[in-house]
């Protein structure tokens, strides 16, 4: 295995691989995770008509329905499920040590009149065409990490020449009309 001659120095790879992480997990919150006002309160309200269920679970579910696309935050979940009880569309009840919430008759009616899913009505083609820019991109620096971590001077030389060309190529997209 060769030495790195790049611009990390020898023996600093650990923060380039912690770094890398980083990024990654900010591409991953950023792509597809934002939907319109009073989407958390339609989804609660068509996921709480099928069977009743506990906030994670809730959260879990709208994940997995829409894709992966979108996983609201408990943040934005439990002040939905404190506001849908405070109207009375929702009764909560303790089991083993969780909130098991459920719809009233009220929330029945409501959820009745609700059309749709947001989860179906989210544009997973237009939520992947976002998601994957930021994924090649976390992908490519992984790969050259991986060169100026194991590769030779020469090798680090190429993968720079690389680089260059695909930044410049990739602000001429941006300059095309």
């Given amino acids: 295995m060769a030495t790195s001659t790049g611009a990390f120095g020898a023996g600093n790879f650990d923060g380039v691989w912690q770094a890398m992480e980083q990024l990654r997990e900010k591409f991953e919150k950023r792509a597809g995770t934002r939907v319109g006002r009073g989407e958390v309160r339609t989804a ?3 996921l709480l008509a099928e069977k009743p269920r506990h906030g994670y679970e809730i959260i879990r579910e709208i994940e997995e329905r829409s894709g992966g696309s979108w996983k609201p935050s408990a943040g934005s979940v439990y002040p939905t499920l404190q506001l849908l009880a405070d109207e009375g569309l929702i009764s909560a009840e303790e089991s083993n ?3 098991i919430y459920s719809l ?11 059309s749709g ?4 009505t989210t544009d997973s083609a237009q939520s992947n065409r976002f998601a994957a820019l930021p994924k090649a991109g976390v992908e ?20 720079v020449a690389v680089l260059d060309d695909a930044r410049r190529r990739l602000y001429s997209i941006l300059a095309q009309d």
């Fill in 44 to 46: 609660v309200l068509a």
């Fill in 97 to 99: 040590g969780r909130k």
């Fill in 104 to 114: 009233t008759e009220a929330g029945r009616a409501v959820a009745g009149d609700e």
């Fill in 117 to 120: 899913s947001p989860w179906d």
């Fill in 140 to 159: 490519l620096a992984q790969a050259a990490a991986q060169v100026s971590r194991t590769g030779s001077a020469e090798q680090v030389t190429q993968a």
